[in-house]
């Protein structure tokens, strides 16, 4: 299968679905990642898209393409909803996981509802909560990801420029050089084992359902 997940931000995509990509992959699937911005309104963008990088190789994706929207200024409109279509209509993906538009941030939340529009005719649409995401997100579909969260948790560890950010660290995180590493705090982890709770294994990553067609193959003939 074909997967394209796309993302606001670097780090969107791992954070949502990181570990989803990551069995996909282990599975021997193609990953596609499409990130919308570089990130610039949270640190140097080209420092943003080499950690993103790193972190993409980190789960064996096999494409990162880069949007050229605005960080802060991505809205749910034909600008957004054209930039995703066209990597739908170039890589034509049989599952597309993209950002919930149950999410506190505008970025999080226009690139879901223009992903939507963007994959209408897609079959599949899985939406993947961020850190913003609203107390209302519900998921309904459930992956167990107990196998390959560690490969989350090591591509987070790409994302040294947000070591601030409240799902690291920060200050307690390791130095290398004049760098920090950050260390992926317990949140991460908290929420994959209460979302595993939900599914009854021990580490879940949960999707709200964008679009999903159920396709019924014929029974073996005997």
Do not use: W
């Amino acid at each position: 299968m074909r997967i394209l997940a796309v993302g606001a931000h670097p780090d969107d995509i791992e954070l949502g679905c990181g570990a989803t990509l990551a069995l996909f992959k282990e599975k021997g699937h193609e990953i596609h990642l499409l990130v919308l911005t570089r990130g610039e309104a949270s640190g140097d963008p080209r420092a943003r898209e080499k950690e993103c990088l790193q972190s993409a190789r980190t789960i064996g994706t096999d494409n990162v393409y880069f949007g050229k929207l605005q960080d802060t200024k991505i809205t749910d409109g034909v600008e957004t909803i054209m930039a995703i279509e066209r990597f739908v209509q170039k890589i034509n993906p049989d599952i597309i996981f993209a950002h919930s538009h149950k999410d506190g941030h505008q970025d999080h939340r226009n690139a879901g509802m223009a992903a939507l529009s963007a994959a209408r005719n897609a079959k599949k649409v899985l939406l993947y909560e961020s850190p913003a995401a609203l107390r209302d997100f519900c998921p309904q579909l459930f992956v167990d990801v107990t196998s390959t969260f560690d490969v989350k948790l090591k591509a987070l560890e790409a994302f040294g420029s947000q070591v601030s950010k409240i799902y690291f660290k920060g200050n307690h995180s390791p130095k290398v050089g004049h760098a920090r590493i950050p260390y992926v705090s317990n949140a991460a982890e908290g929420l994959a084992r209460f979302r595993g709770f939900q599914a009854g294994v021990d580490l879940a990553e949960g999707y709200e359902v964008g679009k999903f067609l159920l396709e019924i193959e014929d029974s073996p003939k005997h």
